[in-house]
C-alpha cells in the first residue's frame, strides 16, 4: 500500500458526459501528479501540482482539468468524454525535497461507452 | 526531447533464469533514471533508482547501472521468480526547472515466470 488513495476504483460513463477523479495523496506530500496509462499511448504524464498551485503540464487536453485543494488531495475532471478517453488514471504523489520519488495511487479505470 | 526506449515484450522465462530488460533514453541534461513495476490489478511501484552516472540502483535481487556513454539503464536478475511476474517500466525525470518530476515513461515490458 504505497498511501496514496484513488476514488473510485471504475467509472462507466457515455460519450460527451463529464466525471470526476479523486486523489488523496500521501500524509505530508505536497506535490500530486496525474498521469493517464492507455493502451496505444503509454503512460503519460498529464499535469502536476505542488501546495494547491499548478506546476507543470503535460500531455493533457483541454477538456481535462485538475486542481488540488487546502487539504492536499485533487481532483481530474475530464469533459465531453470521446471514447478514446477510456484509459487508467494514475495519481501519484511526492515530498518536495524528492520530486522524482513519486508513489502511485492503484487508479481509476474510466471506461467510455 | 526527453524519451525512453524499452524492449517490447512480452518476456517468458523460466524460473531461476536470468533476466535482462533493456532501456535506452533520450535526454537534454543529466536525468534521473528508474525502474517502476507494476503488479496485475495494482499501481506502479518505485522499484529502483539511480540518479547519476555510473550509480547503480538496486532492490529485491534488481540492479540497474546508469550508463551515460551508451545512455543506457538496462535492469537485470540473476535468479527470476514466479512472484517477479509483473510489468516493468523504465522511467526518467529530467532534472532541470519546472519539468523535474514530470516522470517520462517508456512503453512497458510484460514479464511472465513459470514455474
Known amino acids: 500500500d504505497s498511501g496514496v488513495t484513488q476514488t473510485p476504483k471504475h467509472l462507466i460513463t457515455a460519450t460527451g458526459q463529464r466525471v470526476t477523479l479523486r486523489c488523496s495523496p500521501r500524509?505530508?506530500?505536497?506535490?500530486v501528479y496525474w498521469y493517464q496509462q492507455s493502451l496505444d499511448q503509454g503512460l503519460q504524464f498529464l499535469i502536476q501540482?505542488?501546495?494547491?498551485?499548478?506546476?507543470a503540464k503535460g500531455n493533457i487536453l483541454e477538456r481535462f482539468s485538475a486542481q488540488q485543494f487546502p487539504d492536499l488531495h485533487s481532483e481530474l475532471n475530464l469533459s465531453s468524454l470521446e471514447l478514446g478517453d477510456s484509459a487508467l488514471y494514475f495519481c501519484?504523489?511526492?515530498?518536495?525535497?524528492?520530486?522524482?520519488?513519486?508513489?502511485f495511487g492503484p487508479g481509476t479505470r474510466l471506461t467510455v461507452l | 526531447g526527453n524519451s525512453v526506449t524499452q524492449m517490447e515484450g512480452p518476456v517468458t522465462l523460466s524460473e531461476e533464469a536470468f533476466l535482462t530488460i533493456n532501456c535506452t533514453y533520450t535526454a537534454t541534461g543529466y536525468p534521473s533514471l528508474f525502474w517502476y513495476v507494476q503488479y496485475p490489478g495494482e499501481g506502479l511501484q518505485l522499484l529502483l533508482k539511480a540518479t547519476k552516472a555510473d550509480d547503480k540502483g538496486s532492490n529485491k535481487g534488481f540492479e540497474a547501472t546508469y550508463r551515460k556513454e551508451t545512455t543506457s539503464f538496462h535492469l537485470e536478475k540473476g535468479s527470476v521468480q514466479v512472484s517477479d511476474s509483473a510489468v516493468y517500466f523504465c522511467?526518467?525525470?529530467?532534472?532541470?526547472?519546472?519539468?523535474?518530476?514530470?516522470?517520462?515513461f517508456g512503453k512497458g515490458t510484460k514479464l511472465s515466470v513459470k514455474p
Open positions: 522511467a526518467l525525470s529530467p532534472n532541470y526547472g519546472g519539468s523535474q518530476g514530470n516522470l517520462i
Open positions: 500524509s505530508g506530500d505536497l506535490s
Open positions: 501519484a504523489s511526492s515530498v518536495e525535497s524528492e520530486r522524482d520519488t513519486q508513489y
Open positions: 501540482y505542488y501546495n494547491g498551485e499548478e506546476r
